[in-house]
């Protein structure tokens, strides 16, 4: 079940979701030269100095290293990415989901809301697994936490979904609360598996308890702003 577009118009123009948009795909152009230059090496310095490395980030907070270049990652991480299909999907669904929610909230709250779920769902993912030295990296902390607001502010929004039968597919129009119940019991089942599976045992991948505290982060805010009034924006919705 792949999300394809939203039948949900916005009132302003994204420029803070395009934004966004455009720095990942400029880091990620910028991650292809540096491999082009030096190698999978030189790559792997890069991501490795910029992602969120764990058990570096544990020392630095056991530390005192409040401002350091370990809590830094925390923001950085999530322009990086590991593939063309990471970007792809990634910015895929921020696309179709984050023009809304800036639109709901207003670009700085937009802002705001998106660094600081990235930074909650890296937090998520370094307390599963405190001791890895593996590299989190990618957007796709943040943009759950998108799709958490999205679930509680725009549950009946019609979703444009490829679903794929072996070689076939099908175009069809389901409730977003659809598309995004299916995506987080998927990353919940897939969290739950990885548990207790180290390093060492292939322990690399993706973040899935980054995407559920994502989500479950982006999720209360959207109750809270529902809760609040919201910002002031009222949502426009085709629903059927």
């Known amino acids: 079940m792949i999300p394809l577009r939203d039948a949900n118009p916005t009132r302003h123009t994204p420029v803070v979701t395009l934004a966004i948009i455009a720095a990942c795909v400029l880091v990620f152009v910028f991650q292809l030269e540096r491999m082009a230059s030096g190698g999978e090496a030189a790559l792997g310095r890069f991501v490795t100095e910029w992602g969120v490395v764990p058990a570096e980030l544990v020392a630095a907070l056991r530390s005192g290293a409040i401002f350091s270049q370990e809590t830094a990652t925390l923001v950085t991480s999530q322009f990086l ?13 921020l696309w179709i989901f984050g023009n809304n929610i800036e639109d709901w909230f207003g670009r700085l ?10 930074i909650v769902a890296a937090l998520a993912q370094v307390a599963i697994d405190p001791e890895s030295t593996i590299p989190t990296v990618g957007a796709s902390g943040a943009i759950a936490a998108t799709l958490g607001a999205y679930l509680v502010l725009f549950p009946g929004a019609r979703v444009t979904t490829a679903i794929f039968l072996v070689f076939f597919y099908q ?3 389901v409730p977003a609360v659809v ?6 019991v998927l990353q ?5 598996g990885s548990l207790g599976v180290s390093d060492s045992a292939g322990g690399g991948g993706l973040a899935f308890w980054a995407h559920i505290g994502g989500f479950v982060f982006g999720a209360l805010v ?3 702003v529902r809760l609040g009034g919201g910002a002031g924006r009222q949502p426009r919705l085709r629903v059927g």
């Open 188 to 192: 919940l089942f897939s969290g739950l």
């Open 109 to 118: 709250r937009f802002l705001a809301f998106y660094l600081i779920g990235g």
């Open 81 to 93: 990415h590991g593939s063309i299909i990471h970007i792809g999907g990634n910015m895929l669904y």
């Open 171 to 173: 175009l069809i129009e």
């Open 222 to 224: 959207g109750f809270l």
């Open 179 to 184: 598309v995004l119940v299916f995506w987080f």
